[in-house]
């Protein structure tokens, strides 16, 4: 047996089982796995994984002698094995080399049944649904950085764990479908938050984990870590895993223009989905230059993947674009999202204009503007949450950015609009509405 050979993950777990189950040797074991350890495991770390049930299952024979086809490791310490390759050879059978068994299984018959996969994501559209997302494939996310796209990945992840519609997108996932959620970029605050703000979307208790969805905070580990952590996670716990989300996808590589690297993971992510008949979202950041997702990468997997969703920020208006960039389906409609004051993604149809100058506006204007602000609040806003309101509440032609919506703050009291509420004389940062 070659020394050298190093085994796929599958393939080397597939063989440890069968030789634990069959001969029930450890040293044998050890022989066989040795030379080809991943990451930092250690022969025990590997014995134990390839203990678990998952493995055992597909221990059988007929893969066992099959991976041993595909690496040409025919002699080994088998005497069973050896007299059937014998008995073969008096035949005149030879054994098959690696690719032709691979050629055999490759091979398209025109006869076989052939399920087709199951639709598991769809988008509303004017008139119908459209399909964006079927078990056994692949998609992506992408925007600029700070464009929102976490937002738009929670949508997608409430609709699939509740089975109602959020936003747009409508989940058909069967019953008890669960989904993995694996971040790669955030902190523990800001994933729980995450993680919190996709319950509420879907309408589950916040004071609980649910069933059906698994959330990983990847962000310690180095990549191979990683790789290894959503592998081993996906093929141990894959009864009615359903989706499999990863934010984001470019800590999977040490550089997301290397040619090798980049089809490696989309290889990987490729062969999961297939061989589990799940569906693989991933996130990854776009250019700011050129639009397109960022680098050799993102090129994988925009031609790899069967939808390529995008969501692009509209200016300082705070209202965010989502549209299609590659579908295999028919594309649907872009829509509108802004973040509401519940801090959730909400859909709309007022979209900025032209910009225009706020100062320009007449004080009936104005007075309207604070009227549905101030409408059921009966005490003093501060500064803060009144600059953010005006911000939230102008119409979007006037794409108020942070700054300006301080600067309108102060413009209306200079106008006798707000007043602020001072106590003996002393100036205090809260306002109310002007008689």
Known sequence: MAQQTQFEFADRNTIGAYIIQKYNDKELFENFIKHSFIGNKGIEDIYSECSENTWRKLATEKNFIEILLQYDLISINDHELKSRKDDSEKKGDKPQDRIKVLLDKARVSIT?????????????????????????NISMVTGIAKSKKTFLVSSITAALVSGKPVLKFISKL?????????????????????????????????????????????????????????????????????????????????????????????????????????????????????????GHLGSEMSNKAESVLSIESMGDSGVSQIKGMFTRDRNFNPFHIFINEAGQPELTDKLPG??????????????????????????????????????????????????????????????????????????????????
Not at 417 to 423: H, Y
């Open 112 to 136: 076989d049944e052939i399920t087709i996969p199951l639709d598991c994501l769809m988008i509303e559209n004017d008139d119908s649904n459209i399909q964006i997302g079927t078990l056994g």
């Open 174 to 294: 069967p019953t008890n479908s669960k989904v993995f959620y694996f971040d790669t970029e955030q902190g523990p605050a800001q994933t729980q938050k995450v993680f919190k703000r996709i319950l509420e979307m879907a309408g589950l208790p916040t004071d609980r984990n649910p069933d059906n969805l698994s959330f990983f905070r990847l962000r310690p580990q180095n990549k191979d870590e990683r790789i290894e952590m959503i592998r081993h996670c996906i093929y141990n716990n894959c009864e009615n895993l359903k989706v499999v989300i990863i934010d984001g996808i470019r800590d999977l590589v040490s550089n997301i223009n290397d040619p090798d690297e980049s089809s490696t993971v989309t290889n990987a992510l490729m062969k999961w989905s297939e061989e589990l008949g799940i569906h693989i979202l991933v996130v990854l950041h776009l250019n700011k230059s050129d639009k397109n997702p960022r």
């Open 354 to 435: 032209p910009e225009k100058d706020f100062l320009s506006f007449d004080q009936q204007t104005y007075k309207n503007l604070l009227d549905t602000i101030f409408v059921n609040c009966a005490d003093p806003l501060s500064f803060n949450d009144l600059w953010k309101k005006v911000k939230l509440k102008a119409p979007l032609i006037w794409k108020l950015s942070n700054a300006k919506s301080k600067a309108l703050v102060h413009h209306m009291e200079q106008e006798g609009l707000i007043f602020n509420n001072s106590v003996n004389g002393k100036r205090k940062m809260e306002y109310i509405l002007g008689k």
